[in-house]
């Protein structure tokens, strides 16, 4: 499948149909409240996943097990293919347009990202030397949240003949991972007139309701046309179907305008309603209107979040692939919603909520989307927090602890395997984490007060309840547990996950005192609220601090990614032939676990998110050693590496992992690209050119770059909002120039040495 690598585009070249579902991953769009992967607008009978998918709609579909355990999910949440709103067949002089079973020449698809939308082309020949030129066009609108817009243009290359047009709604979908090709969707309404439809169904477990509205028009070059079709509904579809006199040399466009509405957002009853309304105003304003929004949009968003790669069109055009996949993912104005680690490009995973958002998206939405963006991750989590005392309360926890769930939609837990469910338990330490995160960033205080601190007790409770006293050791110790690297099941005192328990507990004893100072009523309030045992229970956290065992070899001056690491036969992956990888579709479980192969960053994680805690030989020592035992065979392990690699000065390698990272999916990597794209690890894309080749780091309440350029790079440059203040920052390999666009009199440190931003200004400098 050829690609052109275009800085600004996703092109491909040539049809191949064994590559089919790994390009609809690729050339998805979204627009934050829906999704579409680039499926085909006409019939396709090939391999191919169709899915269109609207935020925020789930079901909670049975887990299926052959045992159970006290305190597993019921269900495993997975976000629903939803009504196919693109669906227009196309039939020539009878002869149904399907590029599986017809010669295709001249097949072209791009996705315009600085544009926002999906383009394709190609000739097809229907009967012996009849040939048609189709080219479609269409986009999920950022403007009308609940729009997409399609055009769909045929011409008759070199004949007259019949064009049969047959635009539809199809709610008579399945997921590609249902149980036994269960269908989850119930019809309720389908209403069809001439040149409209509007079709409304809802779930058929926790009654979420939909509504699509189909409205569009035919045009012969720039003629409107006068239509007549014939309507046909059924359960869950309806459509419209007209034939015209296609000429030769006539290019006949049909526009398609739908609108997907949710019980979430309007009141039942108003659904169908506000679909047809949305769709037929979408219709008034035009096609050219409403791609001049999404133009303007999105240029508007690129303004932000850009990030310019001067001397590598390879480089450039995988992190304006991920930071646009990130923007259409997720754009921050409905607290409701969250990052899922496929967005809308797929079903594995389910569409839910990881600790992927708090451990690397955060920092991408704080630094290019602002502080309300960011806040709005966080609040999620806070309104789930008593679901997450229930969690934690169906595994014994007592007292206001709480788990946070591996996998959620609406704060339950609701992943399906007991190693991860029971024990990847470190994903409250992402979200204590992340409220550090963002508080040192944006220097808000006030969340801890109004939400961060409550979140943090109740944290720090399951924590004081998870560790046990050893005798054997005279220390507290965390058994049974599963680190980020899931390659180790239920292992003991995984260095990772107690790191940053013990970090949790000091800092939620940190942000005791600060709440106290700040706002002394309110520190009262949340004691009463939680019924937090002032001195009993921090005398405890404090002695769990001093006294939680951590894993090391003093001899090889490591951390141990947990006790007894050191026991397993040590091999690098180099040792691992190529037939052999990724380890998971070639290794029965049992050999997995019992090697000392990583499968993503685990001591190193710890390493990246507490860097200041230790000094350069303890960094260096410790990468030296894991690195080479690393599969990076998890999407989110090779930016950790990128950031300590670029810190460590080791750039070969740390821009090596980059390119791993950031083409994961334009290259397929993992060879999974057909299941969906990566969402949360272009993320970490972003933390590896901002906070590796940048060297961007909050310190102290100030922003510190050190920037260091991969080789072949002529310069770097990037936007951050930072607190009340929008940056720029182009560097080179012998200086930079620092803009400030907005905001206050700011102190920026580059390179060990303090500049002072006043006003609008610019600085240039050499580095010394």
């Known amino acids: 499948m050829p690609r052109i690598t275009d800085e600004w585009k996703i092109i491909e070249e040539g049809w191949n149909p064994a590559q089919h579902q790994g390009s609809e991953s690729l050339f998805s769009l979204g627009n934050g409240h829906m999704g579409q992967r680039a499926n085909f607008e006409e019939d396709y009978s090939g391999e191919h996943l169709q899915g269109s998918y609207v935020a925020g709609i789930y079901y909670p579909d049975k887990t299926r097990v052959g045992w159970w355990k006290n305190g597993y999910p019921e269900y495993f949440a997975k976000v629903l293919n939803s009504v196919n709103w693109i669906g227009l067949r196309l039939q020539v002089n009878g002869k149904n347009v399907d590029l599986h079973q017809l010669p295709v020449r001249d097949f072209y698809r791009e996705l315009n990202m600085r544009e926002g939308y999906l383009l394709r082309s190609f000739t097809v020949e229907v009967e012996r030397g009849k040939k048609v030129k189709i080219e479609a066009q269409r986009f999920l609108s950022l403007q009308r949240k609940e729009v997409g817009a399609l055009r769909y243009s045929v011409s008759p290359l070199n004949f007259t003949g019949t064009l049969r047009f047959t635009p539809y709604l199809d709610f008579d979908v399945v997921n590609h991972d249902s149980n036994y090709d269960e269908k989850f969707w119930e019809g309720l309404t389908e209403n069809v007139a001439s040149q409209k439809a509007v079709i409304v169904a809802k779930t058929k477990k926790l009654d979420f309701v939909v509504a699509a509205a189909m409205r569009y028009e035919l045009f012969a070059g720039d003629h409107h046309l006068t239509l007549y079709p014939d309507s046909t509904k059924r359960d869950k579809y309806a459509e419209n179907s007209f034939?015209?006199?296609?000429?030769?040399?006539?290019?006949?466009?049909?526009?398609?305008?739908?609108?997907?509405?949710?019980?979430?957002?309007?009141?039942?009853?108003?659904?169908?309603?506000?679909?047809?309304?949305?769709?037929?105003?979408?219709?008034?304003?035009?096609?050219?209107?409403?791609?001049?929004?999404?133009?303007?949009?999105?240029?508007?968003?690129?303004?932000?979040?850009?990030?310019?790669?001067?001397g590598d069109s390879s480089a450039q055009q995988a992190i304006r692939f991920n930071i646009f996949q990130l923007t259409q993912t997720y754009t921050g104005d409905d607290p409701r919603l969250n990052i899922g680690p496929k967005g809308f490009t797929g079903e594995k995973y389910g569409g839910s909520t990881y600790w992927d958002t708090e451990a690397y998206c955060l920092p991408f939405y704080m630094a290019s989307a602002g502080q309300e963006v960011a806040r709005n991750l966080l609040v999620y989590r806070y309104r789930h927090l008593p679901k997450a005392v229930e969690n934690a309360e169906k595994l014994g926890f007592t007292n206001g602890a709480a788990l946070y769930p591996m996998v959620t939609m609406n704060g339950e837990e609701c992943h399906n395997e007991w190693e991860i469910t029971f024990e990847e338990i470190h994903r409250n330490g992402a979200?204590?984490?992340?409220?550090?995160?963002?508080?040192?960033?944006?220097?808000?205080?006030?969340?801890?007060?109004?939400?961060?601190?409550?979140?943090?007790?109740?944290?720090?409770?399951?924590?004081?309840?998870?560790?046990?006293?050893?005798?054997?050791?005279?220390?507290?110790?965390?058994?049974?547990?599963?680190?980020?690297?899931?390659?180790?099941?239920?292992?003991?005192?995984?260095?990772?996950?107690?790191?940053?328990?013990?970090?949790?507990?000091?800092?939620?004893?940190?942000?005791?005192?600060?709440?106290?100072?700040?706002?002394?009523?309110?520190?009262?309030?949340?004691?009463?609220?939680?019924?937090?045992?002032?001195?009993?229970?921090?005398?405890?956290?404090?002695?769990?601090?001093?006294?939680?065992?951590?894993?090391?070899?003093?001899?090889?001056?490591?951390?141990?990614?947990?006790?007894?690491?050191?026991?397993?036969?040590?091999?690098?992956?180099?040792?691992?032939?190529?037939?052999?990888?990724?380890?998971?579709?070639?290794?029965?479980?049992?050999?997995?676990?019992?090697?000392?192969?990583?499968?993503?960053?685990?001591?190193?994680?710890?390493?990246?998110?507490?860097?200041?805690?230790?000094?350069?030989?303890?960094?260096?020592?410790?990468?030296?050693?894991?690195?080479?035992?690393?599969?990076?065979?998890?999407?989110?392990?090779?930016?950790?590496?990128?950031?300590?690699?670029?810190?460590?000065?080791?750039?070969?390698?740390?821009?090596?992992?980059?390119?791993?990272?950031?083409?994961?999916?334009?290259?397929?990597?993992?060879?999974?690209?057909?299941?969906?794209?990566?969402?949360?690890?272009?993320?970490?894309?972003?933390?590896?050119?901002?906070?590796?080749?940048?060297?961007?780091?909050?310190?102290?309440?100030?922003?510190?770059?050190?920037?260091?350029?991969?080789?072949?790079?002529?310069?770097?440059?990037?936007?951050?909002?930072?607190?009340?203040?929008?940056?720029?920052?182009?560097?080179?390999?012998?200086?930079?120039?620092?803009?400030?666009?907005?905001?206050?009199?700011?102190?920026?440190?580059?390179?060990?040495?303090?500049?002072?931003?006043?006003?609008?200004?610019?600085?240039?400098?050499?580095?010394?």
């Open 243 to 310: 034939e015209v006199e296609g000429r030769e040399g006539v290019t006949y466009h049909l526009y398609k305008y739908a609108a997907i509405v949710s019980s979430l957002n309007h009141p039942k009853k108003e659904l169908l309603r506000a679909a047809d309304e949305i769709a037929s105003d979408a219709m008034r304003d035009g096609y050219s209107q409403l791609l001049a929004e999404q133009k303007q949009l999105w240029q508007e968003r690129w303004q932000n979040s850009d990030i310019r790669i001067e």
């Open 431 to 768: 979200i204590a984490f992340a409220i550090y995160n963002y508080v040192r960033y944006f220097g808000d205080e006030a969340y801890l007060a109004e939400y961060g601190l409550e979140v943090l007790i109740a944290i720090s409770r399951f924590w004081s309840q998870r560790v046990n006293w050893s005798e054997a050791k005279q220390q507290y110790v965390m058994l049974g547990v599963t680190g980020p690297n899931e390659y180790e099941n239920n292992i003991n005192n995984n260095w990772y996950t107690s790191y940053i328990a013990r970090w949790t507990l000091q800092y939620t004893l940190e942000s005791l005192d600060t709440v106290k100072k700040l706002n002394a009523g309110r520190h009262d309030e949340i004691l009463q609220k939680t019924h937090l045992k002032l001195v009993e229970e921090t005398n405890r956290w404090k002695d769990i601090i001093t006294s939680l065992f951590l894993p090391e070899s003093k001899e090889l001056g490591i951390f141990l990614q947990q006790e007894n690491y050191l026991d397993k036969e040590q091999r690098t992956a180099a040792d691992l032939a190529e037939s052999e990888r990724p380890i998971n579709q070639h290794w029965s479980w049992d050999r997995i676990l019992r090697s000392c192969y990583i499968k993503q960053a685990d001591v190193l994680q710890g390493i990246y998110l507490f860097e200041d805690h230790f000094d350069r030989e303890t960094i260096q020592r410790n990468f030296d050693f894991y690195e080479p035992r690393t599969l990076h065979e998890s999407s989110l392990s090779p930016c950790v590496h990128v950031v300590i690699a670029a810190y460590l000065n080791q750039m070969d390698k740390a821009y090596e992992l980059y390119l791993r990272t950031s083409r994961l999916d334009l290259d397929d990597y993992n060879k999974e690209v057909h299941e969906g794209l990566h969402i949360t690890s272009m993320a970490g894309t972003w933390l590896s050119v901002v906070e590796g080749f940048g060297g961007m780091r909050v310190r102290n309440g100030q922003l510190h770059f050190n920037p260091k350029l991969p080789e072949g790079w002529k310069s770097l440059a990037f936007k951050i909002q930072f607190r009340n203040t929008t940056l720029e920052l182009e560097c080179k390999p012998d200086g930079f120039k620092l803009y400030k666009h907005s905001g206050d009199e700011i102190n920026i440190w580059i390179k060990g040495k303090e500049y002072v931003l006043k006003g609008e200004n610019k600085l240039q400098s050499a580095y010394t």
